[in-house]
């Protein structure tokens, strides 16, 4: 899926939008303002959108280098949001020097983290606007697995694929004149209206506020980092982002938790997954698996089974593997004592690794 838009601040002041439809575009992301600002022109794009049912999303760009300055942006970016109901996400926007000469990776995800949190409060889905500089070397990417990444790479043409992987939903990847002016053009890769709709449908009451449980249910958990837990059927990551469902029969390990202590940050051998309510979670059976089940287990893996890694394996010789091999299936290719190599299977469903682990680190599915 390819889907063609643009992004639009007061920079394209008083652009026609007649030109913007007859250029192709499908959707449009507007600037809804900066620090603590509105953008000018919001309102008339807002409209312009609305009255034509062109599907829209928003961002905010933020240059907070404190958090007092950026609790004060944040506010005014709640104030002009709230109450919409945009088709595609509000993107979070942090680009300055200032911000990477006087923060820390640490506190800009916070930020990235704090702002989508807010979104999800008011009611609005989100996401993180960002060029690979900046996923590389200015976030800690591994905490914006679970959220929406709208990555700006120029290659100045559509048909000239980003070399980035970031799992990006949207990518920016440089300018068309449209009306006389400059416009930056997207391709979106996923039918966001769809996926909205139903966000909305899910996270919001007729009231249009968050269908959360009482803040009162939300209060300081007794888990403590290293506590191995299982999250509830059903529940969500503290951002509002639906889990996979492997997710569910899972065991993970806790890695810390917020300061307020009403959210744990979860992971699989020393790798973060995403942030959870405590709530959500319980403490996993500490019942043992007895020798002799696990014997049986084991010797019961052929070529053929399909199977899945247990949690925090590694491999044959000893390697780390990445946290998605966990909720993934294999093929078994081939048994020699207790080495197993796994492999694709011919269920298109089923990933290849093409890798060795150690027979006691599988089970057959």
């Not at 606007?129 to 100045?156: C, F, G, K, V």
């Not at 009451?205 to 007794?222: F, L, P, Q």
């Not at 503290?238 to 469902?245: H, L, M």
């Amino acid at each position: 899926m390819r889907i063609k838009g643009f992004d639009i601040s007061r920079a394209q002041e008083n652009i026609d939008f007649d030109k913007i439809e007859k250029s192709g575009a499908k959707f449009v992301i507007i600037r809804a303002g900066i620090r603590t600002d509105e953008d000018t022109y919001f309102r008339r794009y807002l409209n312009e959108c609305t009255n034509r049912k062109i599907p829209y999303g928003l961002f905010w760009y933020f240059e907070a280098t404190s958090d007092e300055a950026f609790d004060k942006e944040l506010a005014a970016c709640v104030k002009v949001v709230k109450g919409l109901k945009p088709e595609y996400p509000v993107f979070f926007d942090m680009e300055e020097q200032r911000q990477i000469d006087n923060l820390t990776n640490k506190e800009r995800t916070d930020m990235a983290l704090k702002f989508c949190k807010k979104m999800t409060e008011i009611g609005l889905p989100s996401g993180v606007y960002a060029n690979p500089s900046w996923m590389q070397n200015y976030y800690d990417r591994e905490r914006l697995t679970d959220i929406d990444i709208w990555l700006a790479h120029w290659t100045e043409s559509p048909d000239i694929p980003s070399k980035f992987d970031y799992n990006q939903k949207l990518w920016q990847w440089g300018t068309e004149i449209v009306d006389d002016r400059k416009v930056d053009s997207n391709i979106c890769f996923v039918d966001y209206p769809t996926i909205t709709a139903k966000w909305y449908k899910e996270h919001t009451t007729s009231n249009n506020t968050v269908n959360k449980e009482d803040k009162a249910e939300n209060k300081i958990s007794s888990f403590k980092p290293g506590d191995k837990v299982k999250v509830k059927s059903g529940a969500v990551f503290s951002n509002g982002v639906k889990p996979i469902s492997a997710v569910y029969t899972t065991e993970f390990v806790i890695q810390r938790l917020s300061k307020d202590g009403t959210e744990a940050c979860i992971g699989i051998a020393g790798q973060d997954t995403g942030w959870m309510f405590c709530k959500d979670l319980m403490l996993s059976s500490k019942k043992a698996v007895s020798k002799s089940n696990t014997a049986s287990d084991s010797s019961s893996i052929n070529v053929g089974d399909i199977v899945r890694i247990k949690s925090g394996s590694k491999t044959y010789d000893g390697s780390s593997v990445d946290d998605w091999v966990y909720f993934k299936r294999f093929y078994v290719s081939s048994v020699n004592g207790k080495r197993v190599v796994l492999n694709k299977s011919p269920d298109s469903t089923v990933l290849a690794i093409n890798t060795a682990f150690n027979i006691k680190d599988l089970k057959k599915v």
